[in-house]
């Protein structure tokens, strides 16, 4: 038996359920079982309840009643049609209101920060400060987190000020998480999208350890710049959507984005432009060819954004009328959006570099030229300058996994929360990078790993599972097709061990590691489609409301029980 957060830990999650008619909440059980499954398996003093039933699965919801928001204070919700009423009229001060505010504040209520107390303290009255910072790096939340930099300040100002410096009683500990709270609740019940962190980031350091020890492959030396890296540097970093952090190997080494720019700089440009202008220039088929050959589709326009033609095309239509200075500044200041204002710099030995080699480069360009590829009135030279200053622009294994989770989370940078790119910008990169996005290894890699992925010549590959994460693995020396070879065994491994494969949630599909559910064995859980299968036949089997009094001491409580 699961058990769930009751009364006051479930205000804020049940909210929206909570603000419609009981009624209406019975009469569509999906929407309740909606709020159950976002919940997770998670220790709770009493309450609610998710069992499997003899026989077929059930749900047993056991309740003494929810506590509700308003701006009167906080509603006790009975049962029946007087829960209806009181949810109806939840912006109206109830009789209920100052008992259920004095309860709170005499402190027979507790609080989420209460509750965040004794998770932790773990029946101590006082909890040393490293534990806490120990238990919040097991969530795989960072203490250098912008979301958390009011916790973390208020915790350095405690240390400062306080004779016992180290520990933290009930009070200083409330004082110091309570404007993060509501993030930290998230962490520490586990309602992050992988909640045992932990045991997931001890699965990516073994896969990590397998792909180190592989030896071939050869650094780009076309490039001066890039042919000066070691063949041994290999890092990987992730980022999760809720901004869950972990990293291993070299992943503080800066390189230069090169080929992995391409995605990013396709999404500023539908994301100023629109789908429909940005594709008047440029295709979304796969070339089957070279990513820097001399060849254009039956339209005379570039294949797609992820070869070099259509990349120089796409550089183009940023921000036009503006000089390059203007132009880098702008794109520099979407990259550092999507980093959460990590480390994103600019490598100019690697742009001179390019600038003095890209004999290639300059032949495309004026073959574009030729054939009216580029807008009006536009400066080929000074576009290609442009080209190769965004090819040489440097990030981290560490900041690049952001990017990457940002494109996983839609658009918004999961640890800064800021929306950076819009929807449609989001969709439209991800499905080019699944077709086009690895080179000639394109098709392969999309059977193989079935994950939107953007390779580059400095060994870098950015990888998206969306919904779940964004993660950079980079290793300079590259196979014949031009990608990373300790890069391309690790995404390999990591969708056979996890089922983040596209279509690893087909049904009767062989199970794999699902790191979303807690234990992350899909054998003992329900995937996604499941779930969709269990709303719509779920019925209604038992409904019992009585109404509880605030005074009663005795047990009461209702059940309602949903069969399939």
Not at 60 to 83: N, V, Y
Request: glycine share 8%.
């Amino acid at each position: 038996m699961m058990r769930l957060p009751s009364s006051t830990m479930l205000r804020e999650l049940l909210q929206p359920t909570l603000r419609q008619p009981a009624a209406t909440v019975l009469r569509k059980p999906s929407r309740l079982f909606g709020v159950l499954k976002q919940l997770g398996s998670n220790a709770c003093p009493t309450g609610i309840h998710l069992r499997a039933g003899w026989g077929p699965p059930a749900i047993l919801l056991k309740s003494r009643g929810l506590c509700t928001k308003s701006e009167g204070g906080f509603h006790e919700l009975g049962t029946g049609h007087d829960a209806a009423a009181k949810a109806d009229t939840d912006n109206n001060k109830e009789p209920g209101d100052a008992a259920s505010e004095k309860k709170l504040k005499q402190g027979l209520l507790p609080s989420l920060e209460d509750l965040l107390f004794y998770t932790i303290a773990e029946g101590q009255e006082k909890i040393p400060v490293h534990k806490f910072i120990t238990a919040l790096k097991s969530t795989g939340l960072r203490t250098s987190d912008p979301r958390l930099k009011e916790c973390m300040d208020m915790l350095r100002l405690t240390l400062q000020t306080t004779s016992d410096g180290v520990m933290l009683d009930k009070d200083l500990f409330k004082k110091c998480v309570q404007s993060n709270i509501v993030l930290l609740t998230q962490a520490f019940r586990r309602k992050f999208v992988i909640p045992d962190f932990m045991s997931f980031a001890s699965h990516i350091d073994e896969l990590y350890e397998n792909a180190k020890n592989l030896s071939g492959g050869q650094v780009a030396d076309y490039i001066p710049q890039l042919a000066k890296f070691s063949p041994d540097l290999w890092g990987v970093s992730l980022c999760t959507v809720d901004g869950q952090r972990h990293s291993v190997g070299d992943t503080k080494v800066p390189f230069c984005l090169q080929s992995c720019v391409k995605p990013l700089k396709y999404a500023i440009a539908v994301n100023d432009l629109g789908t429909e202008c940005v594709h008047r220039y440029v295709g979304k088929e796969p070339s089957g060819l070279r990513f820097n050959k001399l060849f254009l589709n039956e339209d005379d326009r570039p294949h797609n954004p992820m070869v070099n033609a259509g990349a120089i095309v796409i550089t183009s239509l940023i921000k036009q009328g503006a000089n390059n200075a203007e132009k880098f500044d702008y794109v520099m200041q979407f990259f550092n959006q999507m980093a959460g204002n990590e480390y994103a710099g600019f490598s100019n030995a690697t742009f001179q570099s390019e600038r003095e080699t890209g004999d290639r480069n300059f032949a495309i360009g004026y073959y574009l030229k030729e054939k009216k590829c580029f807008p009006e009135h536009t400066d080929m030279v000074a576009i290609l300058d442009f080209y190769f200053q965004l090819c040489s622009i440097e990030v981290t294994c560490e900041s690049a996994s952001v990017m990457a989770a940002t494109l996983a989370n839609g658009g918004f940078c999961p640890i800064t929360g800021e929306r950076v790119l819009s929807p449609e910008a989001v969709r439209n990169t991800l499905s080019l990078m699944h077709s086009c996005g690895m080179y000639d290894f394109s098709g392969q890699f999309a059977f193989h790993v079935g994950l939107p992925a953007k390779s580059g010549v400095s060994g870098g590959i950015l990888l998206v599972v969306p919904n779940v994460m964004g993660l950079m693995c980079w290793s300079p020396p590259l196979d014949k097709m031009g990608n990373s070879v300790r890069g391309i065994h690790f995404c390999q491994d990591l969708v056979s061990l996890c089922n983040f494969h596209n279509y690893d949630n087909l049904r009767h599909f062989a199970k794999k590691l699902d790191p979303r559910r807690e234990g992350g064995d899909q054998r003992h859980s329900l995937g996604p489609m499941d779930y969709e299968s269990l709303q719509q036949e779920l019925v209604l089997k038992e409904t019992l409301w009585k109404k509880v009094s605030p005074e009663s001491h005795e047990d009461t409580s209702t059940t309602v029980v949903y069969r399939m």
